[in-house]
């Protein structure tokens, strides 16, 4: 109803009256292709196809009666039907059209009978000239903006479809790797408790010897149920507070290394939580909210963690043991222990290191690594 009111109406070139009419009449025609087909469009591609077609018609109808109602074929009013074209072109859910094409081009060329020639001429340059080059003007910008509509569409579908693959890529890798994770903890676990029952049954007359592989029996089936937690902590939805994964680290420390004084700590931009295995340190629920790590990046956390501390431990003799989470910028690890250290020029490393650098330099990072001999061992891993 814009086109009723009078400056609108007479910057057109008509009256309020007419403004008033051509934008009733085409809304009555959308309301009846509306009532009729909304309904059988949805099941119907035929019922769809002629809803759209009166749609269109009605809009060029409308757009061209303008200048024809304004009686002067130069009239400002073709800028209508030309823009009209351009919407139509441009709208995303469509497809280039000859037959809107078509209709983008006759329905100016169709008005002109209806402008009347000056007094006494037999013919005008401008009523030819004006529905034609209306005519041209809504084509040409019909099919460009159309041609590049489609080709942005295609390239949208191609990134979308090179996006599901990469995802579904990753999906599978993750799934690769959360196998092999519960392999190491639940397959390790599982063969030590065999172990431990086969020495059982031979030393069964042995009631002392039976109580200690008993007792080792239970303590590798801790062990592994505290790594298979981790495990699961690590692939926990992306939102969940980093606070139970801390927590598992924690756990797990205070069961495989009970005589190391283990330190974990947390850093982020917004706050920085510290707390050792043997402490009750809250557990930095508040530091972790907002943070997101990919699960991939909570099963590094996770392993880093274990096999680090375990070489500690193990080979370094280690009485402390330091782990350092950095999310300030991005993630990165410190590791760092005062055990025995070693050559790294000397020494080959073992499947534990070559693990650890593998499974960073997947994800894209970097690894180093420093020690000497009585100096201990530091670590440093960086994705990002």
């Known amino acids: 109803m814009i086109l009723a009111l009078p400056p609108v109406a007479s910057g057109l070139g008509i009256s309020p009256v007419h403004g008033f009419g051509i934008a009733l009449g085409h809304f009555l025609t959308l309301l009846i292709a509306s009532g009729l087909f909304r309904e059988r469009a949805k099941t119907s591609p035929a019922a769809f196809y002629v809803a759209a077609s009166m749609n269109l018609i009605a809009g060029v109808a409308a757009s061209c009666a303008i200048p024809v109602l304004s009686g002067d074929p130069r009239s400002f009013g073709w800028a209508l039907p030309i823009v009209y074209a351009v919407v139509n072109a441009g709208l995303p859910e469509t497809r280039p059209s000859y037959g809107v094409l078509l ?21 005008d340059a401008w009523q030819l000239g004006g529905p034609v080059l209306a005519a041209g003007v809504s084509a040409g910008l019909y099919h460009y903006v159309a041609m590049r509509t489609a080709e942005w569409r295609a390239l949208r579908t191609q990134h979308q479809r090179a996006l599901l693959k990469l995802r579904e890529q990753e999906e599978k890798l993750a799934r690769a790797r959360l196998a092999q994770d519960l392999h190491d903890s639940v397959g390790s676990t599982l063969s030590l408790l065999s172990l431990h029952a086969e020495l059982l049954e031979k030393n069964g007359g042995d009631a002392k010897r039976a109580a200690q592989l008993a007792q080792l029996a239970r303590e590798a089936a801790r062990a592994g149920l505290h790594d298979l937690r981790g ?153 990002g």
């Open 103 to 123: 209709v983008h081009t006759a329905g100016p060329i169709a008005t002109i009978p209806f402008f009347d020639l000056p007094e006494g001429a037999r013919w």
């Open 231 to 383: 495990v699961l902590d690590a692939i926990a939805p992306e939102d969940e507070p980093l606070s139970s994964l801390i927590d598992s680290l924690r756990e797990l420390a205070r069961v495989t290394a009970p005589g190391v004084d283990v330190e974990i700590e947390l850093r982020s931009k917004n706050e920085m939580d510290r707390g050792g295995s043997g402490s009750v340190a809250r557990a930095p629920r508040d530091a972790a909210i907002g943070l997101e790590l990919h699960v991939k990046e909570r099963l590094l956390i996770l392993r880093i963690f274990q096999e680090s501390l375990r070489n500690a431990v193990v080979h370094g003799g280690a009485k402390s043991f330091s782990f350092l989470i950095d999310l300030r910028n991005g993630l990165e690890l410190h590791v760092r222990d005062d055990g025995r250290g070693f050559d790294p020029e000397r020494i080959v490393p073992g499947r534990g290191l070559s693990g650890m650098r593998t499974r960073i330099e997947e994800l894209g990072g970097r690894f180093s690594l420093q020690s000497q001999p009585g100096q201990g061992t530091a670590l440093r891993a960086r994705l």
